[in-house]
């Protein structure tokens, strides 16, 4: 059993999973009365559950420094946006990195609704994961 388990499970569940969508109020009209809801997403168990792993498996980790996973993405030449994550090239990245950008994308839906979404619908964490799966 690896250490990366407890995330590395979700390969198989996220390629199945529908992973969430975007929740847009059209019933309302947006007066006093009838508010117009803020759009969000809604993601499914699968993606609530990773994500609690993700931050188990950061409490478990501690000497893999995932809180500093912006300083992390840095140290490898990559940047803490999208199209930067997106575009890893995940097989020269060691563990930690890999990491990282899975943190990353965790702590970017704290910021941008839709951000992990972007992440799982383009494909990003599944590959991340198997490269983690590789490393072990």
């Known amino acids: 059993m ?50 609690s792993d993700v931050y188990a498996f950061e409490e478990s980790n501690k000497d893999m420094e995932l809180t500093s996973y912006r300083d992390i993405l840095e140290d490898n030449g990559l940047e803490w946006d999208s199209i930067s994550m997106k575009n890893a090239d ?11 950008l899975i943190m990353g994308a965790v702590r970017a839906e704290r910021f941008c609704d839709g951000a992990l979404l972007d992440f799982f619908k383009s ?13 072990e």
């Open 2 to 51: 690896s250490k990366y388990d407890i995330l590395t499970k979700y390969i198989p569940l996220i390629q199945t999973d529908s992973i969430g969508e975007w929740i847009i109020d059209k019933k309302n009209e947006g007066t006093q009365e009838h508010p117009i809801q803020m759009a969000f997403v809604n993601y499914s168990e699968v993606v609530h559950n990773f994500i």
């Open 90 to 100: 995940v097989s020269i990245l060691n563990a930690q990195c890999v990491l990282a």
């Open 123 to 135: 494909g990003s964490v599944l590959k991340w994961l198997e490269r983690l799966k590789s490393i």
